[in-house]
């Protein structure tokens, strides 16, 4: 395959099902999470998950839970938004890989885009964390562009549909 020229970084024989092309051009390859990965999280976070608050009813002398509890609603929101975030890094962080970034297009490494990224105290030495920010917040900078990696990592990944399209609204209720 020939090297595109309008293009900085590209990987050749890839799997165009694997492709995820962001609204800036930029193109990563996504790849399969580990299984165990989702299990893993679940546990780390299920115990801060909120308890669905019980208030004693009177007039049936029993205690009912009350999930429209307004408190319970706003810190369940709150954890929601975690899971999803821890989520949505791991799917950045462990499925996908840079394919290619169009020439002229900043890189995780490009000085102008770190020297913002300390500005706004965002700033990292870890190359990781890096790519994390760059994909965030320079490569894929839109809502759809997010949801497609998503999509595209949870398939690999063997999540389901149901679960992808449920990461992808507490996304879009979370961004």
Do not use: C
């Not at 492709?19 to 999280?41: E, H, N, R, W, Y």
């Not at 546990?43 to 029993?62: D, E, L, Q, Y």
Request: aromatic fraction near 6%; charge should be negative.
């Amino acid at each position: 395959m020939a090297r595109n020229p309008t293009v900085s970084r590209v990987h050749t024989g890839e799997n165009p099902d694997s492709l995820i092309t962001l609204s800036t051009g930029v193109v990563l390859k996504a790849q399969t999470v580990p299984a165990m990965f989702m299990t893993d999280v679940m546990a780390r976070v299920n115990p801060s998950k909120p308890a669905v608050p019980i208030v004693h009813i009177a007039s049936k002398g029993r205690d009912e839970p009350n999930p429209q509890d307004p408190e319970y609603l706003e810190a369940r929101r709150a954890w929601d938004m975690m899971v999803a975030v821890e989520i949505n890094n791991a799917f950045i962080l462990l499925g996908t890989t840079v394919a290619q970034i169009p020439k002229g297009f900043p890189s995780p490494d490009d000085p102008i885009w770190l020297s913002k990224m300390r500005v706004l105290k965002m700033g990292s030495d870890d190359p990781i964390e890096r790519y994390l920010l760059w994909v965030k917040y320079t490569a894929a900078p839109l809502g759809s562009d997010i949801e497609k990696i998503i999509g595209a990592v949870g398939r690999l990944s063997g999540v389901s549909e149901e679960d992808v399209t449920e990461a992808v609204k507490n996304f879009q209720r979370n961004p």
